[in-house]
């Protein structure tokens, strides 16, 4: 985390030095800006200077989309990095907190959409650092106060107003974004060759614009249905606590190959976190080194009851199971198991304890589940954690299915990936506009 802050820094810092100093972006060539990169990040010129060489390669494509001249000065711009107070070699009178301004306005209904606790922001908007004309701060921050207030006054449902207020703030920061007023920047490491800015939630949305994607799931959906004694925190545990898969999708031009994991986060949630796969060096596919970010909770659950019918976590307990609600899960796990619609793998439906490995159907492993659960009173970690996420996964392989069945499948695969990328694939998708770097 510390090198992703002062990585993020020297960007910004290289930004600065370009547009407002008008500095060279040729290899040693501006000792001033060598200077101010080493006070920020020392590390970045290790490696036969890898990271500083990105950070110039990121300022020059920047320079190129913004049709500022490379050696020429404009010092009408104010910069941030998003969470910091400030950043050496950025003078404080043109450091700014706009964006952080902007969301800090949001009533708690507006930030209520995106989830709750620290990601509540990257949620919204995935921007790293930022830029900003400095005499329109004002005027900015005026006008979407004027925007909530004029959508406050006609009087619409308060549940349908926070997703109206953010719609037209996002509508507003697009517009100054396009005009190079205002501009958000996420930063991604670049696997290969040099980087691109790429607009994204700027104005088009994919389905609206391009049509319905085409998609294959490339491996089955995989979690463990083993259970392991002298395994985990509790003592038991199970094999292994993700559902993964890989697929890729097309829409026009755009073509995606990713990995997908849903790992366990908190009694009601799963970490849902996608990440690109790149063309590895020896040839193949690979994972790549940037992550795309985690699927907000509320969105996930908006999927999850779009695609399969159900609420995330109907009937998965914060206490026991019911001996009603235990029926229905060995009958919803008999169901997902021998359902040939999407090829999954669970392992073997075994249950290890000492020297003996007992197998299983896969409702009579889940009695033997249940049975374990009640040896522990707190239900919010260890095995009674990991059991209740096997349930929500279940769920998750229902929501597959059950797209394939509809005929939506390549739109769920799609949809995943686009909700953690932060892109907005159709109309009234609610994540706000940047520029991506990498």
Known sequence: MADTKRQEEASLVTFYHAINQGSSLEPYDDESLVDAIKSVYPQAFSDNGKWYKTFLKQARVLLAWMGHREGSKDNSYSYCRWGSNNVRGIPGSQYTSIYEDIFDSFSNDQKTLFGKGSGVKDSWNTTDVYICKTREISNIKSQIAETIKNSLSEQIGSSDA??????????????????????????????????????????????????????????????????????????????????????????????????????????????????????????????????????????????????????????????????????YWKNYIKTISSDSTISKTFGNFTIQQGKTTRLYSPEEFLQKAFLIDEGYRAKTTGFPLKLRSKMRLLRYMKSFIKAKRDGRLAELIAEIYFSSSKINMRDGDLSGPFVKIQ
């Open 162 to 327: 926070a997703e109206i207020e953010v719609a037209l703030i996002n509508r507003y920061l697009a517009a100054q974004l396009r005009n190079r007023t205002l501009v958000g920047i996420s930063l991604k490491e670049t696997d290969y060759g040099d980087p691109k800015v790429t607009e994204t939630n700027v104005g088009t949305t994919f389905v609206s614009d391009l049509g319905q994607p085409q998609a294959t799931l490339d491996t089955p959906l995989h979690t463990w249905m083993e259970i392991v004694e002298g395994k985990g925190s509790s003592g038991i545990d199970f094999k292994g606590n993700s559902m993964t898969y890989r697929a890729g999708f097309t829409i026009g031009d755009f073509n995606k190959k990713y990995k997908y994991e849903s790992k366990v986060s908190s009694l009601m949630n799963h970490a849902t976190e996608p990440r690109d796969l790149v063309k590895g060096a020896r040839g193949g596919l690979t994972n790549a080194r940037a992550r795309n970010g985690a699927i907000p909770a509320p969105k996930m659950a908006k999927i999850i009851k779009d695609y399969s019918g159900e609420d995330i976590n109907y009937n998965i307990p914060r206490s026991g199971f019911t001996e009603n609600q235990k029926t």
